[in-house]
């Protein structure tokens, strides 16, 4: 018999106990068979009456969750850091307790076929507990083909990347690879594949931002005119760049919001921000003004069309919504963005942030 299946024999036996009769002793020895070796130390890293009952949340096998205690906690952060610093090997198990029973490996395998990765075979080198509210944890792994990738879990809004990328794909909106998935007892989680060339827009090298700075300008003005149609005001954070110099979106939650004629969510505008780094904000916020203008009217005129992928992802919409309530007026918000003067919109940006 191999550890792995005694893990889960251990596991199968532990919870078959009623969650009021467990003992502390129960939680100890399960601990161990996990590869923990001062467990009663590890129950009392976290000073809260709810710590115990989190751990056994997180060692359910029927969850998708790894995550202890909510990020509104105060003893959070305390929670965190308790499970970051077991041994990898103990987090591999306590993670490994669940691939099976809460589909996680299913969902891995798809997710690497999404990506263009082999599906079979990989192995998963070690697991992190994150403290941002819409991510969870992140698993890193190594494929058959020996490329090691990074694979982030989020339980926070999974219909909203959902309905994002029913929109991005026709549109031609790169973004990152995600699937959607739900445990057999039918909890929603979304896993976003982190793929090793791209970094964050802002700490991304010299070189490739002077490299590809016409292209990222391009690039960043289809984002924004499409979040725009969409109502998200997750613009500059939300980028990753690429290698070749392509420019991706990810972490899209916010979704349908009403904008008005001061609201784009930049804290950075792209074009300030190659201005930093790379001289004349002016010329890169003409070139940005150029295209946004252009892409937002290219989107206008497939205006049908996106609205047809609306009415067809209404079943996610309403997931989103909490109730079919409301489609209709989401829908409306949409039309009214159609209509948006991309001219006008382009020229506020300007005023609000472009130091010309």
Known sequence: MTEPQS??????????????????RDRKEFLAVLGLEHPGHFLRSVWTPTWEAAIDDILDPRSSFLRPLNPS?????????????????TRLNILGLKMKPAGLEAALKKLLAAGGY??????????????????????????????QLRVEVSHYLPAAEEI?????????????????????HGTRFIMELEEPDRVELTVAPHERLAAFGDRIIERAALH??????????????????????ELFSFHHYQLFMDLDDE????????FAFLGRELG????????????????FKNLQARRDEILHIFDEATDIVSQYLGGPGGIAEVRKGMEQRLAFDPEQRVRTIGELFAKC
């Open 224 to 245: 924004d005119a499409a979040g725009d149609i969409l109502g998200t005001v997750m613009r500059d954070p939300h980028y990753l760049l690429a290698a070749d110099g």
């Open 280 to 295: 004349d904000e002016p010329g890169w916020f003409a070139a940005y003004r150029t295209a946004y203008i252009r892409e």
């Open 164 to 184: 994002f990328h029913r929109f991005a794909g026709p549109l031609n909106v790169p973004v990152t690879a995600v699937l959607a998935a739900s445990t057999p």
């Open 7 to 24: 893990i889960q024999i251990k596991a199968k036996a532990y919870f078959a106990i009623d969650p009021a009769a467990r003992t502390r």
């Open 118 to 147: 082999p599906a079979a075979d990989f192995v998963i080198e070690d697991v992190e507990i994150l403290r941002q509210i819409h991510s969870e944890y992140s698993i890193k792994l190594r494929t058959a083909d020996a490329r």
């Open 73 to 89: 906690d105060f003893h959070f952060k305390w929670a965190v850091g308790a499970i970051n610093l077991l041994p990898t090997a």
């Open 263 to 270: 609201q784009f969510g930049f804290f950075q505008p792209v």
